[in-house]
């Protein structure tokens, strides 16, 4: 009989975690390397990967808390357990400030606990002068050099990348982050964590020694669950998974690969699932998308709509290092804030050319931020889509019956309230056949299917691909031409060649739309 398992969902102490029994997969290792690998250190994850364990795990460390690390792997590494005074910040506290004021008095009241443990001058009338005090008197009072962990470095930032007073407030984190270097001789190790990559230019203008290990190897797998992990530490969470919901291990195994896998934070690291979403369906016994519980973050749909993104390029993307790493506030696209806080991924590199290919991580990803987009783009409400036309469309395709999902989209289309901005777009893409593709991608995608558009075959690019569990869907379409064109141009391109060994029914579908009513008119279906 399987034991009771806890899992530490919203726990991100350390020492909680441990004397809880939760369950905890032993990163502890890495997390010795990463103390002693050098003085400054940066590392960029996305949110919900379990960063403020990591600066928690640093944090016990540093004290001296020996017996928490009792049968981890860190036990065969250090020897001397020294205990360091340390100063462990979490910003996120000061997000949503109302201005750069506002942002300088919360960054004073965070303080405030260490300043009771080591006092403060009343000269110390900056975050920064704070810090620097603080940081001191810590080494005066102990005798030892001071550990400064910061988590969420960023989160100040993330809500107004372009308002106004970005500049100013700016100016508050560089003066609250100075004392970092200023206090070397002082400081023992500094570690920043947070989702993005400000430059050090902007933000952390004096540290020009800090290490940024975002995109190093050695520390790849520091943050998230590795298959070895999931394979081992957990193997026995996805057999009972796999029991409550009638499945076999391997298809449970499977499942969960597919929602909650594929992420690569260098061009050679293992895969990572997402440890938030993972854990979470092992303590609910449901696979489902938690990553997205608050909705997509309304900072990326801003940096969305504010760069007019192709969202449907993010399924293969090539790409330079220096076009998605690279600070925040240089950003040209959207693209360096989508990798940075795992909307995309590195999935491919090529070492001759240098150039990374970058995808959507997993299932989870996708339909959360698919969700998000749709009613910023549509006006329509995800739970109207998937309770309304999602369903019958499914249930359409599910029988085989092409034409009846087909005239489905037709009624749906016909409906769409396209907000404002994107509706005086319509008057030049209605004519254009990548109009239908954007929107069909959105919809496809939020009913849970694995679309693709721009499909490359030796021919040339298939318009829509939708695999389905039996089925796969191939569509051309047409705006100005028929359905009976759009089909022939499949069948002359070759578009569906490339699945007929699959195994798979395949399904070739041409449509033609109309360009003053934005809807399928006529479709013609064929099997292969």
């Given at each position: 009989?399987?034991?009771?398992?806890?899992?530490?969902?919203g726990?991100?102490?350390?020492?909680?975690?441990?004397?809880?029994?939760?369950?905890?997969?032993?990163?502890?290792?890495?997390?010795?390397?990463?103390?002693?690998y050098?003085?400054?250190?940066?590392?960029?994850?996305?949110r919900?990967?379990?960063?403020?364990?990591?600066?928690?795990?640093?944090?016990?460390?540093?004290?001296?808390?020996?017996?928490?690390?009792?049968?981890?792997?860190?036990?065969?590494?250090?020897?001397?357990?020294?205990?360091?005074?340390?100063?462990?910040l979490?910003?996120?506290?000061?997000?949503g400030?109302?201005?750069?004021?506002?942002?300088?008095?919360r960054?004073?009241?965070?303080?405030?606990?260490?300043?009771?443990?080591?006092?403060?001058?009343?000269?110390?009338?900056?975050?920064?002068?704070?810090?620097?005090?603080?940081?001191?008197?810590?080494?005066?009072?102990?005798?030892?050099?001071?550990?400064?962990?910061?988590?969420?470095y960023?989160?100040?930032?993330?809500?107004?990348?372009?308002?106004?007073?970005?500049?100013?407030?700016?100016?508050?984190?560089?003066?609250?982050?100075?004392?970092?270097?200023?206090?070397?001789?002082?400081?023992?190790?500094?570690?920043?964590?947070?989702?993005?990559?400000f430059?050090?230019l902007?933000?952390?203008?004096?540290?020009?020694?800090?290490?940024?290990?975002?995109?190093?190897?050695?520390?790849?797998?520091?943050?998230?669950?590795?298959?070895?992990e999931?394979?081992?530490v957990?193997?026995?969470?996805?057999?009972?998974l796999a029991?409550?919901n009638?499945?076999?291990?391997?298809?449970?195994?499977?499942?969960?690969?597919?929602?909650?896998?594929?992420y690569?934070?260098?061009?050679?690291?293992?895969?990572v699932?997402?440890?938030?979403?993972?854990?979470?369906?092992?303590?609910?016994r449901?696979?489902?998308?938690?990553?997205?519980?608050?909705?997509?973050?309304?900072?990326?749909?801003?940096?969305?709509q504010h760069?007019?993104?192709?969202?449907?390029?993010f399924?293969?993307?090539e790409?330079?290092?220096?076009d998605?790493?690279?600070p925040?506030?240089?950003?040209?696209?959207?693209?360096?804030?989508?990798?940075?806080?795992?909307?995309?991924?590195?999935?491919?590199?090529?070492?001759?050319?240098?150039?990374?290919?970058?995808s959507?991580?997993?299932q989870?990803?996708?339909?959360?931020?698919?969700?998000?987009?749709?009613?910023?783009?549509?006006?329509?409400?995800?739970?109207?889509?998937?309770?309304g036309?999602?369903?019958?469309?499914?249930?359409?395709?599910?029988?085989?019956?092409?034409?009846?999902?087909?005239?489905?989209?037709?009624?749906?289309?016909?409906?769409?309230?396209?907000v404002?901005?994107?509706?005086?777009?319509?008057?030049?893409v209605?004519?254009?056949?990548?109009?239908?593709e954007?929107?069909?991608?959105?919809?496809?995608?939020?009913?849970?299917?694995?679309?693709?558009?721009?499909?490359?075959?030796?021919?040339?690019?298939?318009?829509?691909?939708?695999?389905?569990?039996?089925?796969?869907?191939?569509?051309?379409?047409?705006?100005?031409?028929?359905?009976?064109q759009a089909?022939?141009?499949?069948?002359?391109?070759?578009?569906?060649?490339?699945?007929?060994?699959?195994?798979?029914?395949?399904?070739?579908?041409?449509?033609?739309?109309?360009?003053?009513?934005?809807?399928?008119?006529?479709?013609?279906?064929?099997?292969?």
């Amino acid at each position: 009989m399987m034991t009771t398992r806890r899992y530490p969902i919203g726990i991100q102490t350390f020492s909680e975690i441990i004397r809880g029994g939760y369950v905890y997969v032993d990163k502890t290792d890495l997390v010795w390397q990463m103390a002693h690998y050098a003085k400054y250190i940066f590392l960029s994850r996305p949110r919900r990967f379990g960063k403020s364990l990591l600066t928690s795990t640093l944090e016990s460390y540093f004290q001296g808390e020996r017996e928490l690390f009792e049968g981890l792997k860190i036990m065969d590494l250090e020897q001397e357990w020294v205990q360091y005074p340390v100063i462990r910040l979490d910003i996120s506290t000061a997000k949503g400030q109302s201005s750069a004021d506002a942002l300088r008095d919360r960054l004073m009241l965070t303080l405030e606990n260490y300043a009771d443990t080591y006092g403060r001058k009343e000269t110390e009338k900056t975050p920064g002068g704070l810090l620097e005090g603080l940081i001191r008197r810590a080494y005066e009072k102990t005798g030892r050099q001071v550990v400064v962990i910061i988590d969420e470095y960023d989160a100040p930032l993330l809500e107004v990348l372009h308002d106004d007073d970005l500049a100013e407030r700016r100016k508050v984190m560089q003066e609250f982050y100075v004392p970092l270097k200023a206090s070397e001789r002082y400081v023992k190790f500094c570690f920043i964590t947070g989702i993005t990559k400000f430059s050090q230019l902007s933000i952390f203008s004096t540290i020009n020694n800090l290490t940024n290990v975002t995109l190093d190897t050695a520390f790849s797998t520091i943050c998230g669950i590795t298959e070895e992990e999931l394979t081992t530490v957990l193997k026995e969470d996805i057999a009972r998974l796999a029991d409550l919901n009638g499945m076999n291990y391997e298809q449970m195994h499977q499942t969960l690969k597919e929602r909650y896998d594929g992420y690569h934070f260098t061009e050679y690291s293992p895969e990572v699932y997402n440890p938030f979403s993972l854990l979470k369906a092992f303590q609910q016994r449901k696979v489902t998308n938690y990553w997205f519980e608050s909705g997509t973050p309304a900072f990326l749909i801003r940096q969305l709509q504010h760069f007019n993104t192709d969202i449907m390029s993010f399924d293969s993307l090539e790409a330079f290092a220096s076009d998605f790493d690279q600070p925040t506030e240089n950003m040209k696209s959207a693209l360096p804030l989508l990798y940075q806080s795992g909307y995309l991924t590195i999935k491919g590199y090529d070492r001759e050319s240098e150039t990374y290919t970058l995808s959507i991580p997993n299932q989870e990803v996708r339909i959360g931020y698919i969700e998000g987009l749709l009613p910023a783009y549509t006006g329509l409400d995800s739970g109207y889509v998937k309770g309304g036309f999602a369903l019958k469309f499914w249930r359409a395709l599910k029988t085989h019956d092409t034409d009846q999902a087909m005239r489905e989209m037709q009624a749906f289309l016909a409906g769409v309230p396209y907000v404002e901005g994107f509706k005086k777009k319509l008057e030049d893409v209605a004519v254009k056949e990548g109009f239908y593709e954007y929107t069909l991608y959105l919809i496809f995608t939020m009913l849970n299917f694995y679309v693709r558009t721009q499909v490359k075959v030796a021919g040339g690019r298939a318009d829509m691909v939708v695999w389905m569990p039996d089925t796969i869907y191939v569509f051309e379409l047409k705006v100005n031409g028929t359905a009976q064109q759009a089909l022939a141009q499949i069948d002359e391109h070759g578009y569906a060649i490339p699945y007929q060994a699959d195994g798979r029914r395949v399904v070739k579908v041409g449509v033609k739309f109309n360009a003053d009513t934005r809807v399928p008119e006529d479709w013609v279906v064929a099997g292969l």
